[in-house]
Structure formats: structure tokens, C-alpha cells
Nanobody, 118 residues
């Protein structure tokens, strides 16, 4: 079981990025998948998730209207489109497999760094 994130980088405030998470070793469509972030000096913070069939999504309030989450089950890949990025969005972003749909993460990627700075 493996998750590999990509797509992070340095972006100016107001800019956009698209993160990807490539999954392997399990039936991707059977699991809720989440994006979780860790800002410098802070703990882990859930950002968004999506049901296995893509039929339900959830977002933390401070990203609603700016971030979207999608998945391509044929490619076993999860995405997060980030728009209107702000310096407070600077963090290491992880994708995680949720074994129950209730925030029980049993597999994590290595993370991809997003830095928002002018």
C-alpha cells in the first residue's frame, strides 16, 4: 500500500496549485481519501475528504470556495485544486487513506510542500 503526493511548490499569494496523490496496492475506489496538512510549528489539520465513489465531499471551513477535491478511480489518483492561496495555507500537505470514513487514517503519503509567499 503506497501513497505518493506531488504538485507542491512555491506560489505567490492569490495563486493556484494542483496536488496529486497516486495510490497503489489497494482498491482505491473502496476508500474515503483525505487531504491533511501540517503548517510550520503546528499539528496535523484535516482539510478535505472524498468518498470512494466520489459522491460526497467535505471541506474545512477556511478552504471552502477555494479548494476542490476530485479523484480518478481508474487512475487511482486523488487531486486537490487550490485557488486563491494565502500565506496561511503554507504547509506540508499529505494524502491519507481513511479506513472507516470517520477519520481513521491507516496509510499516509510522504507529503508535498506548499509555500505561499511573495
Amino acid at each position: 500500500v503506497q501513497l505518493v503526493e506531488s504538485g507542491g511548490g512555491l506560489v505567490q499569494p492569490g495563486g493556484s496549485l494542483r496536488l496529486s496523490c497516486a495510490a497503489s496496492g489497494f482498491t482505491f475506489s473502496s476508500y474515503y481519501m483525505s487531504w491533511v496538512r501540517q503548517a510550520p510549528g503546528k499539528g496535523l489539520e484535516w482539510v478535505s475528504d472524498m468518498a470512494g465513489d466520489g459522491g460526497r465531499t467535505n471541506f474545512v471551513d477556511f478552504v471552502k470556495g477555494r479548494f476542490t477535491i476530485t479523484r480518478d478511480n481508474a487512475k487511482s489518483t486523488l487531486y486537490q485544486q487550490k485557488n486563491s492561496l494565502q500565506p496561511e495555507d503554507t504547509a506540508l500537505y499529505y494524502c491519507a487513506r481513511d479506513r472507516s470514513g470517520g477519520g481513521e487514517y491507516d496509510c499516509w503519503g510522504q507529503g508535498t510542500q506548499v509555500t505561499v509567499s511573495s
